[in-house]
């Protein structure tokens, strides 16, 4: 339970107690700021306090705004100011030198006490955040006028729809926006009201798609007309859980590492599951190379956006023509839509994916799918990069260090590094990212089975991966670095897959990388929480991706193609058994443990 502190004399009429009951809060009276200052040492320290002047008046979602929202441990409306524990001992001396400096009895008259407050925190150097109103209303009127006034203008303006509202994206895919959100909010509410959490909607999104995975496996043509229905009534409660959070601000660590990894899981399974009906349709059609290099492609345009994020994250002097070109063209109406659907977000890639399912075959849909994001990268990408160098941004060490946790460098790269002494210039860095990643998956491709030039191949990678990340990634290209190491992880598995020429070594290809992929997309939520890269001793145990290229290109060239493919399966369950039970820990440890909520808007839908 929380506890909010009314200050200052009731006002007759007035619904503030009530309406701070139905938020959860426990309710007392404090007239002056002393009064104010003993309630507050009284609060349990492990609870949230909020100080709100008597005669605040405003909307309920303006006050739920301002005093419940989990992510903010300061934050603040007209009248209202809140505390969650970590930051009990700021509100707690900025009240103390309130009452100090004389500011009760009589001075709750003249001004609040919470506005006063608020400012004494933001003199203190505290970080409140104050969130954005609209059309809602908050304040603290001065005379009977002034409240009559505020009050008309509560009537004036419906508090469910401007909730309802709130609770979509502010920027969102043109399929989303116009055939999604429209009910998706609806139903948002419907699940708010019936006590479901966005974590339960998160898991009825995944069992949902998974179910379509299955249908889609079966190969049969109503199978896949009711995979493609079911992929997108999971992209409706995939919408619907983030709209929940909002909606009802119920937002949690472990709530958003959910939502962001089962995205991944569900696009996923459905590529294999299409690849499983392929097989077992009419014409028993062999579509993993093409499930594969749809999941390789999409995690590496996600790994481009990562990257391209982080290193621009906290930079200065982070401005460029090119990104002043975007701004303009963001201000024209139809270009927005345009450019939001060019890059072919999660909500027009599954639409497209449900519809191809349904109406044509597996193969047909992976070509349409595999060209889609292929533009979609190539634009997105070529954009990122004259950005890039045509700014001058000078990137902090946090941006540096950002980028090396998710090169992913294992073992290898570092004694290479240290063997090399000094990093290379410039550009270089990732044209010898590029050139190395290239060199093994071409060895890869080119050879079959019991080559040993694979194992050259990566050895030249090993050593390139090592000069690339042996200085630290503050070049103006540098944040290319982590996409190519993946293109060439991945890409190495499945030439090597794909030359293997027995069934059974693509499926298994795809079930390791899927379990590196993972492993990376953990990593990205981790520093995107704030929480840093995983344990050194989990990059160590699992090789880093210079170590497993070179042992994938090892065990092909001395293993049979069926020894070698036994071998890919035993590494994608040792990977994923690692990795997930690293993960599941962190994850869950972090959200008992009490870490700062968070909500990652993750892929615009």
Not at 15 to 23: G, P, Q, T
């Amino acid at each position: 339970m929380s506890t909010a502190i009314v200050t200052g004399q009731p006002v007759p009429g007035s619904s503030l107690e009530n309406d701070l009951r139905s938020l959860g809060f426990d309710v007392l009276v404090a007239v002056d700021a002393a009064e104010a200052e003993t309630a507050l040492a009284a609060a349990a320290a492990t609870e949230r306090v909020a100080l709100v002047d008597a005669r605040f008046v405003g909307h309920l979602h303006a006050l739920r705004l301002g005093l419940t929202d989990p992510r903010f441990p300061l934050a603040a409306v007209p009248g209202a100011v809140t505390a969650q524990p970590d930051a009990r001992q700021e509100l707690t001396r900025a009240v103390a030198r309130e009452t100090s400096a004389g500011g009760g009895g009589t001075a709750l008259a003249v001004a609040s006490l919470a506005d006063r407050i608020v400012t004494a925190l933001d003199a203190d150097g505290g970080e409140v955040h104050r969130p954005e109103l609209g059309s809602l209303v908050a304040a603290v009127p001065a005379d009977p006028q002034a409240r009559n006034e505020a009050r008309q203008a509560v009537a004036a303006v419906d508090d469910e729809a401007v909730r309802l509202k709130s609770a979509v994206k502010s920027r969102d895919g043109f399929f989303t926006t116009f055939f999604i959100s429209p009910y998706s909010r609806y139903l948002a509410r419907w699940c708010a009201r019936r006590g479901l959490t966005p974590n339960q909607v998160t898991t009825a999104s995944l069992l949902t798609a998974l179910i379509a995975a299955g249908c889609a496996a079966t190969g049969t043509r109503a199978g896949f007309v009711a995979a493609g229905v079911l992929l997108i009534a999971s992209f409706v409660l995939d919408c619907t859980d983030g709209q929940l959070a909002r909606y009802a601000l119920k937002y949690s660590t472990l709530g958003a590492w959910l939502d962001a990894t089962f995205d991944r899981a569900k696009e996923y399974a459905y590529y294999a599951g299409l690849a499983l009906g392929a097989a077992r349709c009419g014409d028993h059609d062999d579509v993993w190379a093409l499930a594969l290099g749809a999941m390789i492609l999409q995690t590496c345009r996600h790994v481009v956006d990562f990257s391209f994020n982080e290193a621009n994250h906290d930079a200065t002097a982070n401005t460029s023509p090119t990104a002043a070109l975007s701004d303009k063209l963001d201000s024209v109406g139809w270009t927005v839509w345009v450019r939001r659907m060019i890059v072919l977000p999660i909500g027009e890639r599954w639409a497209m994916i449900a519809v191809l399912t349904a109406a044509t075959t597996p193969r047909i849909t992976f070509y349409v799918l595999l060209v889609g994001c292929a533009l979609a990268a190539t634009y997105t990408t070529a954009g990122r990069v004259l950005r890039s160098l045509t700014r001058r941004a000078r990137r902090t060490d946090r941006a540096a260090r950002a980028l090396a946790d998710l090169a992913d460098s294992g073992p290898l790269s570092e004694a290479a590094g240290r063997a090399a002494r000094r990093g290379l210039p410039g550009l270089a860095v990732p044209a010898v990212a590029f050139l190395g990643g290239a060199a093994v998956v071409v060895c890869s491709a080119l050879t079959g089975p019991g080559s040993v030039l694979p194992v050259i191949g990566a050895l030249i990678y090993v050593l390139t991966s090592a000069l690339a990340v042996a200085r630290p990634l503050k070049g103006a290209l540098d944040w290319l670095v982590p996409p190519f190491f993946r293109a060439a992880e991945y890409g190495t598995v499945l030439a090597l897959a794909g030359t293997a020429g027995v069934n059974g070594a693509l499926p298994a290809a795809f079930g390791l990388v899927a379990a590196v992929a993972y492993h990376h997309y953990d990593t990205v939520y981790r520093i995107r929480g704030n929480a840093g890269a995983p344990p050194a001793w989990l990059t160590r145990v699992i090789g880093g991706h210079e170590g497993r290229t070179l042992l994938v290109a090892v065990l092909a060239a001395v293993l049979t193609a069926s020894q070698f493919t036994v071998a890919l399966t035993v590494l994608a369950v040792a990977v994923a058994l690692v990795v997930l039970a690293e993960s599941i820990r962190f994850w869950v440890s972090s959200h008992l443990g009490g870490a700062p909520a968070v909500h990652d808007e993750g892929e615009p839908a």
